[in-house]
């Protein structure tokens, strides 16, 4: 059967996700992480995107950004991920197999209060993982980047943000919204208001992110 086509529309606001394969370590050290910020930065020059946030895991990294155009959210992906594999291949010469666990997920973002939930979610991820005591203190992430990197790599937020962010990242997300959240994670499902998520999903032609797992419950005849 033929791959279905990924829909990612240029302008619109994407979170991308990829784990290592069977969960492995894809960041052994620190050297790791740095040369993979590296590569984002390098991947810039090959697709036009604004990046707004980032963390990077032990076993998997989350990248908010905005293409351009309707192509450059695939050219920067697959070059930044071909790019790291080849890298990690030379750098550890006795793994074998995939790195990655597959292609890499992607699901759109409304602007607004849903981009600042999903940063929010994103640069926690060490805190929930209890890598750290708050979240500002692991160096992989847009929230503690350094200037050089910051300056280098991210763009201006598509909405104010807001003066006591650090400590609006050390509360977590609220249970609900944590919930679609993953939701979105796991179907690639446009994650936004009720009425931006069905719109968006028929615009791009991803409806059956939104449609209920399962089969349909069969009316009772009479």
């Not at 036009?48 to 192509?71: E, K, Q, S």
């Not at 992989?140 to 201006?156: G, Q, T």
């Not at 028929?202 to 009316?219: A, F, L």
Request: glycine share 6%; with cysteine; aromatic share 12%.
């Amino acid at each position: 059967m033929p791959r279905t086509r990924r829909a990612a529309v240029g302008g619109v606001i994407y979170h991308v996700l990829n784990r290592g394969n069977g969960r492995m370590q894809i960041f052994r050290k620190p050297g790791d992480y740095r040369a993979f910020v590296g590569l984002m930065i390098d991947a810039k020059q090959r697709a036009a995107v604004d990046v707004f946030g980032y963390c990077l895991m032990p076993n998997h990294w989350h990248i908010i950004l905005r293409p351009a155009g309707d192509t450059d959210l695939a050219a920067y992906f697959s070059w930044l991920t071909n790019t790291h594999v080849k890298r990690y291949r030379s750098h550890y010469q006795r793994t074998s197999g995939h790195l990655y666990q597959g292609r890499f997920k992607s699901f759109p973002v409304q602007e607004q209060d849903y981009f600042l939930s999903l940063t929010r979610y994103v640069e926690a991820n060490p805190l929930r993982a209890k890598l750290v005591t708050r979240a500002q203190d692991w160096p992989w992430s847009s929230l503690a980047c350094d200037r050089d990197v910051s300056k280098s790599l991210l763009a201006p937020w598509p909405v104010p943000r807001p003066s006591d962010w650090a400590a609006r990242v050390n509360q977590l997300v609220d249970a609900s919204a944590a919930r679609r959240l993953t939701t979105s994670f796991e179907r690639s499902q446009p994650f936004g208001s009720p009425t931006w998520t069905s719109r968006t999903a028929s615009q791009m032609g991803i409806e059956h992110t939104i449609r209920p797992r399962g089969r349909p419950k069969k009316e009772d005849s009479k």
